[in-house]
């Protein structure tokens, strides 16, 4: 091979080995960016996971304090002791007692908006009732001292609650009064009060939590126990089915 054929040769071998590395190195670049993007990302969603256990955690601690003590006779101290966390990261999430009293109370009452909104005007009444029904004696189950604590601001005049009760409740209070409005238009249930069929379906509800000791007491028992939520459920569904003239199959 003549020399200016072997320089062309060995610079035209350079010039793809240059290539080779630089394809190569911008490939580990963008592997290494995408570990990056990807570890942040995930570390963003730990956090948020981290924040919202936290969170939840503290609500539950402070739904059982309030349930005791009142709002007056608790404290920011006895919630955090009782959590076993450290004062400040109770005021981190909740910045007051306050902020943290109305937090349990909307905690409760989004949950039985959530309910509400479940029922719709394309359901057949059987269903969507009963389903409330089953729903709200749940939470009643498992989140009973949140309902005493919504039942004691109520009976105080709501002074934290009013806002909410004027506002996001009332509002799904009268679609969902609508949407019975509508199932009495269809003939599948009865003229009946939408507003006192739902009136009369919290108090029958509410009751297996805000009056859980004295049912437990007239029952003979330490605590309700899951026979008597289930009968609850039946018994009330029954009875609001026939009185609405809902067929019960």
């Keep these: 091979m003549c020399s200016g054929c072997y320089s062309i040769a060995h610079r035209n071998q350079a010039l793809h080995n240059l290539r080779a590395q630089y394809q190569g190195m911008t490939k580990a670049a963008a592997v290494s960016k995408t570990k990056k993007t990807t570890g942040t990302a995930s570390g963003r969603r730990k956090l948020v ?115 909410q009760l004027e506002g996001p409740l009332k509002e799904q209070f009268e679609r969902t009064c609508g949407v019975i409005r509508s199932w009495m238009a269809k003939r599948w249930m009865d003229p009946v009060s939408p507003e006192h069929l739902m009136f009369m379906l919290w108090s029958s509800t509410q009751s297996y939590a805000d009056f859980e000791v004295q049912s437990s007491i007239l029952l003979s028992r ?28």
Aim: aromatic share 8%; hydrophobic share 40%.
């Design 222 to 249: 330490d605590a309700l126990e899951e026979a008597d939520y289930n009968e609850g459920v039946e018994l009330i569904t029954r009875v609001v089915l026939k009185g609405c003239g809902v067929s019960l199959v």
């Design 49 to 163: 996971d981290i924040r919202k256990d936290n969170s939840e955690q503290i609500l539950r601690v402070a739904e059982q304090v309030f349930s005791e003590r009142g709002f007056k006779g608790t404290t920011i101290s006895a919630i955090a002791d009782a959590a076993e966390l450290p004062k400040a990261n109770i005021l981190y999430y909740f910045k007051s007692k306050e902020g943290l009293y109305k937090a349990v109370l909307v905690d409760l009452l989004q949950g039985w908006m959530h309910h509400m909104d479940d029922m719709t005007a394309d359901q057949h009444p059987r269903e969507a009732l009963r389903n409330y029904i089953v729903s709200k004696i749940r939470q009643s189950k498992e989140h009973p001292n949140a309902s005493r604590i919504f039942a004691a601001e109520v009976l105080h005049g709501a002074p934290f609650l009013r806002e």
